[in-house]
C-alpha cells in the first residue's frame, strides 16, 4: 500500500468512466492539495502543541467525513471533472455539487442524500475553513425539508430468523463438496458476519474495524468485540462477549477459513473481516454489502447493516416484555428516561445475558 504523502503519481491512476463502481476515493487517490489538507486538519493534538482543526473530532467521525468526502470525489473522478492541481476544497463548487446530488438522488434515499451533503459541507470546512460554504449549507436546509425516511415494514427481519438462517448458510458450506475452499471461507465469513451483527448490533462502521487483539479480543477463552469510549458514537466504552452460540462457528472461522481469505501474503492482516478477492481487509462498503446481499439470498430481504438494529429492537419488544429498556442497553442509546446506571458496563452485559436467552429460545438447534 503506498503510504500517505506521497505525490498522486505515485499512486495507481483511474480512468475516468461514468460506468466504473461507484466507490469512495481512497485518500491516496485524493488531489495532493486536498489529501496534505486533510491529513493536516485530522492531525491530532499533542501536550503544548495544538492539533488540525479536526483534532477535536473522534475518529470514527474524521473517518465517516472522510469517506463522504471521498464519494464526492469520486463522483467527479468519473466524470472526468477531477484536476489535481485545484487548491483544496476547490472542487466543491455548484455544478459539481449538483452533478453529485443527481447521482445520489437516483441511487439512496432522501434521507442519506441530505446526510451526504451535510457532510460534505463538514469534511470541506475541515479542508479549507476560509472558503464560504453558506451556500452548500442552504441546499443542505431544503434538501432537510425535502427527507422522507422510507418505511422499513417491508425490510426488517427478526433477530432469530436471521441468526438461524446464517447459521445454516454456515453449516451448508462446511458440508459441501462441491465449493473451493476460498467459495467455503467467503459463505461462512459471510454467515458469520451476519450471524454476529444479529447478535451483538453494533454500528457498522465499528463493526467493519473489528481488529484482532485491538477491540476484538480473547479473554479466557471466550471473544469479546472491545470498543473504547473513542470509538463509540455515544462516547461510552461497549464490551460484548460473543454469544456462546457463535463461538463454535467464530473458532472455526479464525482457525480454518479467514487463513484461506488472507492467502500467504496478507497473513500478519490483523483486521478480522478480510477479502475474498486479495485478501485485504474488508472496507466499510465490503462490509455493508456481503451482509445486505447474505440475507437477501437467505431470508429473502435485503436487510442492511442498519437494519439488524431494528431486527434487535422489534425482537427484544416483542420477546422482552418484562425488560422494557433491553432495546436500548443493546443498542447502545442513550435515554433520558432511563437511569443512568442502567448504561453502565454491568447493566450492558446484563441485558446482553438477557438477550442471548431469547433468542437462544427461538433458534432451533
Known sequence: MRREGL????????????????RS???????ESDRNAWISASRPSQRLKGGGAGSHLKSITLNDLRRRYGYFLDCLNRRGLLDPTKAAGAHVVPENVDAYLKELVARVGSVTVQGSIYKLRRACELIDPARDQSWLADIEKDLALAMRPRSKANRWVLTEVLVEASLTLIAEAENSRKMSQLAQARQVRNGLMVAMLAMHPIRLK???DLEIGRNFVEIKGSWWIVLSASETKEGRPDERRIDDLLQSALDRYLRKYRPVLAGAVQSSLTALWLSSNDGSPMTYDGVARAVTETTRSTVGVAVSPHLFRTATASSAAIHGGAKPHLASA?????DHRVT???YNRASSLSAAQSYREIIQGYVKD
Open 7 to 22: 505525490p498522486i503519481s505515485a499512486a495507481q491512476q483511474i480512468k475516468p468512466s461514468i460506468e466504473t463502481k461507484i
Open 25 to 31: 476515493l481512497p485518500l491516496e487517490l485524493w488531489p
Open 206 to 208: 465499528n463493526f467493519a
Open 330 to 334: 443493546l443498542l447502545h442509546h442513550t
Open 340 to 342: 443512568e446506571a442502567h
